[in-house]
């Protein structure tokens, strides 16, 4: 079967390529793709190339297909795994495979698995691993989103408290407590205000801070409401109106600083800046990955000494982290769109990941089926003036407050090129 894929060939080297994909081996599954959301951590890989940790040394001649928050259908089942998977069925896939103690991983490690394409094949070692995950809902950008998502709930799931006397750590973050949410009006954080929300251990009061006002605006008007109704007290803050930002947070938090408070970008003020608001026993969370390896900030020993604050990092979830996304997304209970400002078709997908940094929105949906500008949602009222086809998707995001749905999805698979 023939297969459409962005692959990687050396740093910042991408190329859309159409080639043959072999056979299937017994032990592995062939898939369609539908979607496949644009990560930073693709970006840090096309940049670096074979430098990348993930990435094999040769892709000048056996180039990689790149993409990891992948979602579609099965359609070839090798004898192994026919048993367990059925073609037709919808999958989600999680590519933190941790295989033997190796790091390779789809959309980084593999000649023919990735998500930047039309169809993949899936080694043995991802189902070995139980990452190929089955998923009942409606749509396919719900299940592509439940990987980024899955990040999230692993970074809430690793922050932890201690109790004083005792050497125990009570995992997760504290329920009723206080939550700052520190450069956090992108993608990552507009998931982590909806986690927050709807999870299990929710917080009783939450402070979202970024410095871009349009950003902010979006965030209130998705979830101000949101919050009323979950009984949590939710403050938006433009840090650069500030003249004293700690100042005023920690005032905000009525002079006890934080209980868990995560930092979204890789930013030395905004990690220090994060470390000053945390209150006793106040665990930093570092969400944001640097790229550059010797990237530091000053921390406050003196808490860390007598007021018990820690500080730790995340990076990616694990499989339990995202069978709770797809169950929490099968629920309604989190609705994963709030990330999503553009969609595209495979044919701008190496524009989007190359010019990811430039271009400060959230999440940016790949259709690999259809061929389509990067366009956002919130221009499709004008774009619609002239082209029918954003005309009818504005219709439909407008029912949702302005947010990609499965109405808008099936929509798109219908009629675009």
């Given amino acids: 079967m023939k297969t459409k894929a962005v692959r990687l060939y050396g740093k910042k080297d991408l190329r859309l390529e159409e080639f043959e994909l072999p056979?299937?081996?017994?032990?592995?599954?062939?898939?369609?793709i539908i979607t496949d959301s644009v990560c930073m951590s693709t970006y840090k890989a096309a940049c670096l190339g074979e430098d990348h940790k993930r990435v094999p040394s040769d892709i000048s001649s056996h180039p990689i297909i790149v993409g990891h928050e992948m979602a579609g259908t099965i359609l070839q089942v090798g004898q192994k795994w026919q048993g367990k998977?059925?073609?037709?069925?919808?999958?989600?896939?999680?590519?933190?495979?941790?295989?033997?103690?190796?790091?390779?991983?789809?959309?980084?490690?593999y000649r023919y698995c990735g998500g930047t394409a039309t169809h993949a094949i899936l080694p043995h070692e991802v189902m070995e691993v139980g990452c190929l995950l089955k998923y009942s809902g409606e749509s396919f950008y719900e299940a592509s989103l439940a990987e980024p998502m899955s990040c999230i709930i692993g970074a809430f799931h690793a922050n932890f408290h201690t109790k004083m006397g005792s050497y125990e750590h009570l995992m997760g973050i504290v329920e009723g407590g206080k939550l700052a949410l520190i450069a956090a009006a992108g993608p990552m954080g507009l998931g982590a205000i909806d986690y927050a929300l709807h999870c299990d251990r929710r917080p009783g009061f939450i402070v979202v801070t970024?410095?871009?006002?349009?950003?902010?605006?979006?965030?209130?008007?998705?979830?101000?409401?949101?919050?009323?109704?979950?009984?949590?007290?939710?403050?938006?803050?433009?840090?650069?109106?500030?003249e004293d930002p700690v100042s005023y947070l920690r005032k905000l938090s009525g002079d006890t600083g934080f209980d868990d408070v995560f930092a979204f970008a890789p930013v030395k003020a905004v990690v220090e800046q994060a470390d000053q608001i945390l209150g006793r026993d106040g665990c930093l969370n570092f969400f944001a990955g640097p790229t550059d390896t010797k990237f530091s900030a000053e921390c406050n020993f003196y808490n860390v000494h007598y007021a018990s604050t820690h500080t730790i990092g995340t990076t990616g979830g694990n499989t339990d982290d995202?069978?709770?996304?797809?169950?929490?997304?099968?629920?309604?209970?989190?609705?994963?769109?709030?990330?999503?400002?553009h969609i595209g078709g495979i044919d701008h997908a190496a524009e989007a990941v190359l010019t990811l940094p430039d271009k400060p929105a959230g999440k940016k949906l790949i259709y690999t089926g259809i061929n389509l500008p990067l366009v956002a949602i919130e221009d499709f009222a004008e774009l619609g003036k002239t082209n029918p086809l954003f005309a009818k998707l504005n219709e439909i995001t407008k029912k949702t407050n302005g947010l990609w749905n499965v109405e808008a999805e099936k929509y798109l698979l219908a009629n675009a090129k």
């Fill in 23 to 32: 056979e299937i081996q017994n032990d592995e599954i062939l898939v369609d």
């Fill in 85 to 109: 998977f059925k073609a037709g069925e919808k999958y989600a896939l999680q590519p933190a495979l941790n295989y033997k103690g190796s790091m390779d991983s789809p959309g980084y490690s």
């Fill in 210 to 242: 970024d410095v871009n006002e349009s950003r902010l605006a979006r965030a209130e008007q998705i979830f101000a409401e949101k919050a009323k109704k979950s009984g949590i007290e939710l403050h938006f803050v433009n840090t650069a109106n500030v």
């Fill in 322 to 341: 995202m069978i709770e996304s797809l169950r929490l997304t099968e629920e309604g209970k989190i609705n994963p769109a709030v990330m999503v400002t």
